[in-house]
């Protein structure tokens, strides 16, 4: 029995199909009724539910912590989400006897003072790795594929024919299936993996320029895209103008522009999981081409 948290999430989702595929028995919590599912037992609730984190875990052998929160308009929420709300599934994991914990945190932890999320994320590692449980961290970096609704903006641009960008820097990427397989690939631990923290990537060494990727992903759309690299202070401009025109709702934030404006979100090579264990298999410039055509069919590009 494997329990998941943010099952009905972008990762999640792609958690869950490859776990169905290998016929895996599936514990999953939600915060709303889902649909039934064959080999996935719902529960209703979320991080701050412990009744139903307690249920969510019961007769668990693993869990996989994906939920979290990546936007929020103040502080309280990503303290909600990413510190309290692993503290949470610690608590319920450790009162069940679960052992085993792969945490999904972000390669914004690695810097935590550029942001809040990124601060939250690094205090839900350091819960997981004060506790008594057999556990492995991932930072996954920028993920794209099917579904995903905050890399698709980077798409939605380019097909418009111009990507406005952070300045000058370097970041990796991965698909979404590639990291759903690393997660699966972690449940039975082992020294290799307790205890460490793993940053996969793309497998592209040195990861991507700015301007690369936008330009990767114009070709993907079908347009030669202008990479527009604008200054931090424009970016901080748009994004106050995000705020009072999307309120709550805004996409770019000023603790977004924070971590989005350093140079180096590349995978660390020193981090990477065992190769023996997991590789990447889906080539970046393919993937978006197929992210792209999933985007069309689903009706989110013409």
């Known amino acids: 029995m494997i329990a998941i948290t943010g099952a009905t999430g972008f990762v999640g989702q792609a958690v869950l199909d490859l776990a169905s595929r290998e016929g895996l ?6 915060r709303r009724p889902q649909e039934a599912r064959a080999g996935v037992e719902w529960v ?13 875990v019961a007769r668990a052998s693993v869990v996989i912590h994906i939920a979290g929160v990546v936007n929020s308009p103040d502080p309280e929420g990503f303290e909600t989400g990413n510190v309290r709300g692993t503290l949470n599934v610690v608590n319920a994991a450790l009162a069940a006897g679960v052992g085993r914990l792969v945490h999904v945190s972000s390669l914004s932890a690695r810097e935590p003072e550029l942001s809040l999320y990124g601060s939250s994320k690094r205090r839900g590692e350091k819960i997981v790795a004060a ?18 609704t905050e ?10 024919g111009v990507v406005p960008l952070p300045p000058d820097g370097r970041t990796s990427v991965i698909h979404v299936n590639d990291l759903a397989r690393l997660l699966l690939a972690l449940i039975p631990g082992g020294e290799d993996v307790t205890s460490m923290t793993f940053e996969p990537d793309d497998g592209t060494e040195g990861g991507w320029s700015h301007v690369e990727l936008a330009k990767a992903i114009g070709m993907a759309v079908g347009r030669r895209a202008i990479a527009l690299p604008l200054p931090r202070r424009l970016l901080e401009w748009v994004a106050r103008a995000d705020r009072a025109v999307r309120k709550d709702r805004a996409k770019l934030t000023l603790d977004r522009v924070g971590y989005m404006c350093h140079p180096d979100w590349t995978a660390g090579a020193g ?17 978006l081409h197929a992210t792209a055509a999933w985007y069309r069919e689903a009706g989110w590009l013409k």
């Open 271 to 287: 981090h990477r999981p065992p190769s023996a264990l997991w590789e990447p298999q889906v080539e970046t410039r393919m993937g």
């Open 131 to 148: 506790s008594s449980l057999d556990w492995t961290i991932v930072r996954p970096p920028a993920v794209y594929g099917p579904r995903d």
């Open 151 to 160: 890399m698709f903006e980077l798409f939605r641009l380019a097909s418009k």
């Open 25 to 30: 028995e599936i514990r999953a919590l939600a």
């Open 44 to 56: 209703q609730g979320d991080l701050s539910d412990e009744r139903a984190l307690l249920r969510l």
